[in-house]
């Protein structure tokens, strides 16, 4: 039984391009959530998707990133023009769909992380 | 916004000891529910416990156990016999029971230390 999967698993980019990273949610979980961390941080929320929705992206910064986990395939966090201070480690976590009460404490099963380096 | 405090950036314990890492945190909301999670050296992020905020019965997983104070706000992880794989840094993180409100809110975290 497959965890979620983050790929890559270092992403070396120059100043001034894209960045993309994927996550695939444990099977059978269709809610996806994106962590990032900074060196000797806790993790910062960034977003929390479904299918084809944004549920809270509360945390994401409003120009650069983006987020899309669509009907078929991977969560994409894309960074745009990225710059020195978006180098971290980003993580993606899932867990399953539940409705009605004592649902929060679903817990959230993370991957890997991906460690985006910024020259 | 809730917030999640974790005062102890580092510890350090004998092998075979008992260990307490503090965690506090700062709510409005009634009903919530409390997680610590372990990043070893592999930075995976790995759940070690969970308490919900209306269960007044601390929360054990073999030899990890909490204090679960609601009324102070605290949520301290006790770990019992120490093993050298429990080295790690320690991540307390709070998350609302409102439904839609899924996101982890993390503390700083706490780096253990295991010494032989």
């Known amino acids: 039984n497959a965890g979620v999967m983050q790929n890559p698993r270092h992403l070396v980019r120059r100043r001034g391009q894209e960045a993309r990273l994927r996550c695939s949610p444990m099977k059978g979980h269709s809610h996806v959530y994106w962590y990032r961390q900074l060196p000797e941080e806790g993790l910062k929320f960034m977003v929390y998707?479904?299918?084809?929705?944004?549920?809270?992206e509360s945390g994401m910064p409003k120009e650069r990133f983006s987020a899309e986990f669509p009907k078929e395939g991977p969560s994409i966090l894309r960074i745009q023009q990225v710059v020195r201070g978006d180098s971290a480690a980003y993580f993606c976590?899932?867990?399953?769909?539940?409705?009605?009460?004592?649902?929060?404490?679903?817990?959230?099963?993370f991957g890997d992380g991906t460690r985006l380096s910024i020259l | 916004a809730q917030t999640v405090t974790q005062s102890q950036p580092e510890m350090s314990v004998q092998e075979a000891e008992t260990v307490t890492l503090s965690c506090t945190y700062d709510?409005?909301?009634?009903?919530?529910?409390l997680f610590w999670y372990k990043q070893p050296p592999s930075r995976q992020m790995i759940l070690v416990i969970r308490?919900?905020?209306?269960?007044?019965q601390n929360a054990t997983e073999n030899r990890f156990s909490v204090n679960f104070q609601k009324a102070a706000k605290s949520f301290s992880l006790k770990i019992s016999d120490s093993q050298l794989g429990d080295a790690a840094m320690y991540f307390c993180?709070?998350?609302?029971?409102?439904?839609?409100?899924?996101?982890?809110?993390f503390g700083q975290g706490t780096r253990l230390t295991i010494n032989p």
């Open positions: 308490q919900e905020a209306y269960k007044q």
């Open positions: 976590a899932s867990s399953p769909f539940r409705s009605g009460a004592g649902t929060g404490n679903q817990p959230q099963h």
């Open positions: 993180a709070y998350r609302s029971a409102v439904q839609g409100a899924q996101k982890l809110v």
């Open positions: 998707l479904q299918k084809e929705n944004i549920i809270d």
């Open positions: 709510t409005s909301e009634s009903d919530y529910y």
